[in-house]
């Protein structure tokens, strides 16, 4: 989830233009056996877990990875006619009805989706998507630089605006990242269609500083990463995810006792993926199989160290690591697919004229 930086909120919004031209890899499989997934480029899989699929059901797997999270999304759309796969995954809550709205996925019931959480379930009438996994976009912060500093670290939305913690912000830009565009999401859910406005406006005289992605934001300029100490990030807040702590625990060279980085919960905003049936598929019968394989368990226990997500099947294991150093916010901010559907495209207008110009 942390590169899925989008190239554009919306082609509608007018931010840029996405050709619909093929992939490199070029266009969908016509081999009845071989299935095709297209994704962002996070997906990512244990290879032994994918083979144990391959021969299970008998399907050669195909990975297309189309860009960043908001780039593959808009693509599919504009290919949805001759798509170029069967299963698209990586669509979340915050463009999930662009996608339902144009039509990019035919309905299909998951194997397996009774064990789901009824909370993931936002299409559950009509079953155009199945949800795989959720995470939560919060605000990271650097642990040394606060104890240095003798400084509590804020805990919410509100403290984030306060002097103290003047300059000491970084955040994705809402219009380009699929986490920048979660925090602005989380605010509104906070503080309302008309107080998100007046919070953003804090914020800014507050000295956050905003940058395209999530890459650049938490490898150069957060100071709590081992990427950012070394290109001498000096922020030592940063939008990302509640599973952040412990990807710096599990990749450190020498794993320390705890995570050199911890959450503030108060300012999380849950996103959901999922993946779906592409219209016009070629393979629709090996989708489906892809699509049973994606709430296996199987899948969703081998999912969390691969993607830095949680599981949505009920029962289905995290690693120690995630409890010990990332637990799942347990308040996050939430919004209703039909807000976000209805505000979106305006809130990003507005907040790039308040925070960007």
């Given at each position: 989830m942390h590169n899925k930086t989008l190239v554009a909120v919306a082609v509608g919004l007018g931010l840029i233009s996405l050709s619909a031209c093929g992939s490199t890899d070029g266009g969908s499989g016509s081999d009845a056996k071989t299935v095709t997934l297209v994704s962002h480029n996070s997906w990512a899989v244990s290879k032994k877990v994918l083979k144990d699929f391959e021969k299970r059901s008998g399907y050669k797997v195909r990975v297309l990875k189309d860009g960043d999270a908001g780039q593959a999304v808009n693509k599919a759309i504009l290919t949805k006619g001759n798509p170029q796969g069967d299963v698209f995954f990586g669509v979340d809550n915050t463009l999930l009805s662009r996608a339902l709205d144009n039509g990019l996925f035919q309905p299909y019931t998951a194997k397996g989706l009774d064990k789901v959480g009824a909370a993931y379930q936002l299409d559950k009438d009509k079953h155009r998507v199945t949800p795989v996994d959720y995470g939560d976009i919060c605000v990271n912060y650097d642990k040394a630089y606060f104890s240095e500093h003798r400084l509590t670290p804020p805990r919410s939305f509100a403290d984030l605006a306060e002097p103290r913690y003047k300059n000491l912000l970084v955040t994705e830009n809402a219009a380009t990242s699929s986490p920048g565009l979660g925090f602005l999401l989380g605010s509104a859910a906070r503080f309302g269609d008309q107080g998100w406005q007046d919070y953003w406006k804090k914020l800014k005289a507050n000295g956050v500083k905003v940058v395209d992605g999530w890459d650049q934001a938490y490898y150069q300029e957060f100071s709590g990463s081992s990427e950012g100490k070394k290109a001498?990030?000096?922020?030592?807040?940063?939008?990302?995810?509640?599973?952040?702590?412990?990807?710096?625990?599990?990749?450190?060279?020498?794993?320390?006792?705890?995570?050199?980085?911890?959450?503030?919960?108060?300012?999380?905003?849950?996103?959901?993926?999922?993946?779906?049936?592409?219209?016009n598929a070629r393979n629709p019968e090996g989708a489906k199989a892809f699509i049973d394989f994606l709430v296996s368990k199987e899948f969703q226990e081998d999912m969390p160290l691969n993607m830095f997500v949680y599981p949505v099947l009920r029962g289905a294991g995290v690693p120690a690591e995630f409890t010990a150093y990332g637990p799942a916010a347990k308040d996050p901010e939430t919004m209703s697919p039909a807000r976000i559907a209805a505000n979106r495209d305006q809130w990003v207008k507005s907040w790039t004229s308040l925070v960007l110009k």
């Open positions: 001498g990030g000096d922020r030592p807040l940063v939008v990302s995810y509640a599973s952040s702590p412990p990807a710096e625990v599990i990749y450190a060279k020498k794993r320390p006792g705890t995570a050199p980085t911890g959450v503030a919960t108060g300012t999380c905003f849950r996103q959901t993926e999922f993946a779906g049936l592409l219209s």
